[in-house]
């Protein structure tokens, strides 16, 4: 069996390989969504987090020629490690886009009646929260690339379907303990990739 | 009796053992420490079963309302 050895996004941006539009707004859009959300913005400001973010990253004003959804691949980013951890340098850009949307949706209302966006300690605890499950979503996605189908098929109805193990056993075709040995194998792989992507 | 893999180990608590077998594992895990020390790890890896339930759900959720808008744009 040949395992794809395609390398997590995190790890390119490590690398300072080039990163496609599409691959970065597929892999960071539900992280900056729920960030978003935890910080009271609306669907509309999400929106318009995501994408003033995307542009600042990319640093191209492509939405006046491209749809979002339909950026082509030859647009790229290319992190430069001198900027610290990337984490980081996300976290502070979604977070200055956010307040600038927070004080947008007030723009007509006198200062001292704008309710104070979060907090700076409140920020980092929902980024912190956010940024775990960003990832697990992330190792998740690379175990499947790295672990043999019918082991993550027994992990995904065990973990995720939260089938009987009879059942996997039967519907796969394998015993009660390979669907044990899957799952062990699977976990063992998922702590490994979780270590990794969190690497300094 | 030699030690109980992890494997044999998940059987043995979720019941999946011989009566006779299960007897015998639970007597070596009184008296071996490494499988005692296995025994610990499948809790662990209970725990972040958990956590991979509870938050994934929140991505595929993103991911299915994303899909819905789309679906509903064309």
């Known amino acids: 069996m040949a395992f794809t050895t395609k390398k997590s996004l995190l790890a390119k941006v490590r690398a300072g390989d080039e990163i496609s539009w599409q691959e970065f707004y597929d892999t960071y859009k539900p992280l900056m969504i729920l960030v978003g959300n935890d910080c009271g913005l609306t669907t509309d400001e999400n929106d318009e987090l995501v994408q003033t973010v995307m542009c600042e990253i990319f640093q191209k004003n492509i939405l006046d020629k491209y749809d979002i959804d339909k950026v082509p691949d030859n647009v790229i980013f290319k992190y430069d490690p001198a900027k610290g951890r990337f984490r980081h340098y996300l976290k502070k850009i979604v977070r200055n886009h956010a307040i600038k949307l927070w004080y947008k949706r007030y723009k007509d209302v006198p200062i001292e009646s704008v309710p104070e966006p979060v907090s700076n300690d409140e920020w980092d605890a929902i980024w912190n929260d956010e940024w775990q499950q960003h990832i697990l979503n992330s190792a998740l996605a690379e175990l499947k690339l790295r672990i043999q189908p019918g082991n993550y098929a027994a992990f995904e109805m065990y973990v995720f379907q939260k089938m009987p193990v009879e059942e996997i056993a039967d519907l796969l075709g394998i015993s009660i303990g390979a669907v044990y040995t899957a799952k062990s194998r699977c976990l063992k792989m998922l702590k490994l990739i979780i270590s990794k992507l969190e690497e300094k | ?74």
Request: aromatic residues 6%; glycine residues 2%.
């Open chain 2, 1 to 74: 009796m030699g030690c109980y893999s992890k494997e044999e180990l998940d059987m043995f608590r979720h019941g999946e053992m011989s009566v006779l077998s299960r007897i015998c594992c639970k007597a070596h895990l009184k008296e071996c420490e490494a499988c005692q020390h296995r025994l610990a790890e499948l809790c662990e890896d209970d725990l972040l079963v958990k956590e991979l339930q509870q938050r994934v759900s929140v991505y595929e959720k993103i991911n299915f309302d994303n899909k819905k808008i789309l679906t509903s744009e064309l």
